[in-house]
């Protein structure tokens, strides 16, 4: 079975960066676009970014663009999101997401559990 | 950007009864660019239902979708405890954005 696992969250000041991790095992990963969604505790979904399986092409959502990277490394199965100069309102739930197929972004076929972000002084 | 709004915001059945969860997107989705996601408490999203009526690998027949245009619907015939969670649709025809609708709650 797909097995996404996100590392990386934590606890980090307004301005701050971090960066995200997801591996991925169980599929050909470079075979798959990927996405970062994340969800604001007790709140709904919310597409954050996507980069095909190639790597050449990026999406982001107009919240995060110019703060947010999203990149992946395919001989290592990793997809990564750097996040920069953090704001209070990207505390969330981050989730790892497989897409359906290795263009634009899509349908979710599978997501991973998700890792909390909190922005917070 | 296409807004998908979903009603109603909360249903609460009994087991066994049926449950229609609908989504309304801001503009018509010229093909069935649509999905739909169960949330249980605590857990990932899991795919439902793509292309607004086909199932994914899994899950059971319990579970329809349809619609066409701006309005989509989710049916839960026979609703057991276990469909207790939040769904969301999502619409993927007219991208970036990727965008979700607010959800619905069923309570059972």
């Known amino acids: 079975e797909v097995q996404l696992l996100e590392s990386g969250g934590g606890l980090v000041q307004p301005g701050g960066s971090l960066r995200l991790s997801c591996d991925a095992s169980?599929?050909?990963?470079?075979?798959?676009?990927m996405s970062w969604v994340r969800q604001t505790p007790g709140k709904g979904l919310e597409w954050v970014s996507a980069?095909?399986?190639?790597?050449?092409?990026?999406h982001y959502a107009d919240s995060v663009k110019g703060r947010f990277t999203i990149s992946r490394d395919n001989t290592k199965n990793t997809l990564y999101l750097q996040m920069n100069s953090l704001r209070v309102e990207d505390t969330a739930v981050y989730f790892c997401?497989?897409?359906?197929?290795?263009?634009?972004?899509?349908?979710?076929?599978?997501w991973g559990r998700g890792i909390l972000v909190t922005v917070s002084s | 950007e296409i807004v998908l709004t979903q009603s109603p915001g909360t249903l609460s059945l009994s087991p066994g009864e049926r449950a229609t969860l609908s989504c309304r997107a801001s503009?018509?989705?010229?093909?069935?660019?649509l999905a739909w996601y169960q949330q249980r408490p605590g857990q990932a999203p899991r795919l439902l239902i793509y292309?607004?009526?086909s199932r994914a690998t899994g899950i059971p027949d319990r579970f329809s979708g349809s619609g066409s245009g701006t309005d989509f619907t989710l049916t839960i015939s026979r609703l057991e405890p276990e469909d207790s969670a939040v769904y969301y649709c999502?619409?993927?025809?007219?991208?970036?954005?990727?965008?979700f609708g607010g959800g619905t709650k069923v309570e059972i």
């Open positions: 999502q619409q993927y025809g007219y991208i970036p954005p990727l965008t």
């Open positions: 503009q018509s989705l010229s093909s069935p660019s």
């Open positions: 169980e599929f050909t990963f470079r075979n798959y676009a």
């Open positions: 997401a497989k897409d359906r197929g290795n263009g634009a972004p899509s349908y979710i076929d599978f």
């Open positions: 980069l095909s399986g190639s790597g050449g092409s990026t």
């Open positions: 292309g607004a009526s």
